[in-house]
Every structure is written in structure tokens, then in C-alpha cells.
């Protein structure tokens, strides 16, 4: 069985840091590529790709809106994701998903995925 487990969200104010881990179980993490994905509180809209990283780590992705200001990283002796989030703004608050993907990074809308239950980062003005 697969587990998707996130953790070290809060509540920073702006232009503070958080830093995102992940761990994985149940699959070859280090074949496979990992992402994180965000969805606004009310859960209403889709989840939206933050950051993907290849299994291989060479390609990575950001969306335009994090570009320069989240570094994502992974640790394949320990299976885990990270994700570095500096400069916080309030448009970027809401539930942060790390996603193990069967599907490439360069999907936006994966659907061979498996989720994490999510992390709440909330960023105050």
C-alpha cells in the first residue's frame, strides 16, 4: 500500500519562509517523480502544480508564480520531498499536496497519482 505522508505547514507571515517534507512508502521512490500541487481553501478549484521534480532530479518545474522563490529538492536514501518556500506571499496560502506521480512532470493534471492528505500553509499580510 502506498502512503503519502506531508508535513511542516503553518501560518508565517509575508515574506516569511516554510519548508515542506514528504515522505513516501510503499513504492521504488527513487524511480519515481514527485510533485506538489496546491488548492485554495474552499477545495473548490482544482489542484494547481506548484513544483514537479523527475526521478532522476535533472528536470525540474515551477509554476511562474513560485519561479525564484521555492526550491524543490528530494532525498533518495530517505525518500523524501522537500519543498523550500521563501519570500511568502498571501496568494500562495492554501492546502499543499505532494503528489508521488506515475504520470510525467510535465503533466498539469495528473490522474496516475497518489496524494498525501495535504498541509495548510496560511500566510498573514
Known amino acids: 500500500q502506498v502512503q503519502v505522508m506531508e508535513s511542516g505547514g503553518g501560518s508565517v507571515e509575508a515574506g516569511g519562509s516554510l519548508r515542506l517534507s514528504c515522505t513516501v512508502s510503499?513504492?521504488?521512490?527513487?524511480?519515481?517523480?514527485m510533485g506538489w500541487f496546491r488548492q485554495d481553501q474552499d477545495q473548490e478549484q482544482e489542484r494547481e502544480r506548484v513544483?514537479?521534480?523527475?526521478?532522476?532530479?535533472?528536470?525540474?518545474y515551477y509554476s511562474e508564480s513560485v519561479k525564484d522563490r521555492f526550491t524543490i529538492s528530494r532525498d533518495n536514501d530517505k525518500n523524501t520531498l522537500s519543498l523550500q518556500m521563501n519570500s511568502l506571499k498571501p496568494e500562495d496560502a492554501g492546502l499543499y499536496y505532494c503528489?508521488?506521480?506515475?504520470?510525467?512532470?510535465?503533466?498539469?493534471?495528473?490522474?496516475?497519482?497518489?496524494w498525501g492528505q495535504g498541509t495548510q500553509v496560511t500566510v498573514s499580510s
Open positions: 513544483s514537479c521534480i523527475e526521478w532522476t532530479g535533472a528536470y525540474t
Open positions: 510503499g513504492l521504488t521512490f527513487k524511480t519515481t517523480n
Open positions: 503528489a508521488a506521480l506515475l504520470d510525467a512532470c510535465t503533466t498539469s493534471s495528473p490522474t496516475r497519482v497518489y
